[in-house]
């Protein structure tokens, strides 16, 4: 695989502020991209980042450090709907949209 | 219909059957992608498409075959299905120069 490790899980309170991070490992690095996919369901883009820095989008910004293979997705003001597993990927090689996941964090947000 | 749909929702099956999963998009997306989900794997790539009538091999490939005929259509055939195929799996498609990738609801496959 890509080494890409996130946490399994994680727990929070409604209105608080999490931080989910992610660390990989990979040659011919193209871009990190952040999914959501709520239980039963399909995964929803919600980020994608390819230089170092934040990228705000609402209540949800992503970061990356390209040097250190290391991302992370904040989420503010966190609703119980927020809750459902967080996919961190890599793109990788030439060919865009080869993407390589990492497990998925599960975030439960408690009211 | 709008985005991608797949075919069928669920399906149980008995090893050594051939299987074909069908995957459908509207979009008029240039590259689609195949993915299988396992409890505990994450999502893994099996094969992709760029453009219609060129497929590529993902990180797990073997016992699957693809084809891309048309822009619209990417099924996925396993042509003699074993237990260890049993999974969930998504069909995705992506515009050109775009960075999203747009999955279909999936579906979920039980090998027996």
């Known amino acids: 695989g890509q080494n890409i490790d996130q946490p399994t899980e994680m727990t929070a309170t409604e209105g608080a502020i999490v931080q989910i991070n992610c660390t990989y490992q990979?040659?011919?690095?193209?871009?990190l991209f952040w999914y959501q996919q709520h239980a039963g369901e399909a995964p929803t883009f919600l980020s994608y980042?390819?230089?170092?820095g934040l990228e705000e989008k609402g209540r949800f910004s992503s970061f990356l450090s390209r040097s250190k293979g290391y991302s992370y997705l904040l989420l503010k003001e966190l609703q119980m709907k927020d809750s459902a597993s967080y996919l961190c990927?890599?793109?990788?090689?030439?060919?865009?949209?080869?993407?390589?996941f990492g497990r998925g964090t599960q975030l439960t947000v408690w009211p | 219909i709008a985005g991608i749909t797949q075919a069928p929702t669920s399906q149980i099956l008995a090893a050594g059957r051939r299987m074909t999963l069908r995957c459908t998009q509207d979009m008029r997306h240039n590259a689609m992608y195949w993915y299988r989900q396992d409890l505990g794997l994450g999502l893994r790539l099996i094969h992709y498409s760029n453009t219609a009538g060129t497929t590529g091999k993902g990180e797990v490939p073997d016992g699957y075959s693809v084809s891309r005929a048309n822009t619209d259509d990417f099924p996925l055939t396993l042509a003699s299905a074993v237990p260890s195929q049993t999974s969930v799996y998504f069909c995705a498609s992506r515009e050109g120069l775009g960075n999203e990738q747009f999955f279909g609801p999936g579906t979920r496959l039980t090998v027996l």
């Open positions: 990979t040659s011919g690095f193209n871009g």
């Open positions: 980042n390819v230089l170092d």
């Open positions: 990927a890599v793109g990788r090689g030439s060919t865009l949209g080869r993407l390589y």
